[in-house]
């Protein structure tokens, strides 16, 4: 079983940074490919950015140049740096493990961001 705890999130003013941390349990991270995902209220779920086990990253196209995933597999956590911050990036985000046909989700975590 893998379980994973996303932190990082909080309120902030538009044009403004966070930096999210996602911290996984077990011996499978590094050989996972993760993904950030977020949910705003009254939208479906969409995906933000992923990192495939070799480091290749995929941005949505409306936080690419804002955003940047990265992960450091001796911790066991995969990151969002998110620059720039926009109201409509208001969010509960997510982050994703897979491994072969196994997947796990986070708990999420609130980013609010004021204009």
């Known amino acids: 079983q893998v379980q994973l705890v996303e932190s990082g999130g909080g309120l902030v003013q538009s044009g403004g940074s966070l930096r999210l941390s996602c911290a996984a349990s077990?011996?499978?991270?590094?050989?996972?490919?993760m993904g950030w995902y977020r949910q705003a209220p009254g939208k479906q779920r969409e995906l933000v950015a992923t990192?495939?086990?070799?480091?290749?990253?995929t941005y949505a196209d409306s936080v690419k140049g804002r955003f940047t995933i990265s992960r450091d597999n001796a911790k066991n956590t995969v990151y969002l740096q998110m620059n720039s911050l926009r109201p409509e990036d208001t969010a509960v985000y997510y982050c994703e493990l897979r491994f072969r046909s196994f997947s796990s989700w986070g708990q999420g975590t609130q980013v609010t961001v004021s204009s």
């Open positions: 990192i495939t086990s070799g480091g290749i990253t």
């Open positions: 077990g011996s499978v991270f590094s050989i996972s490919d």
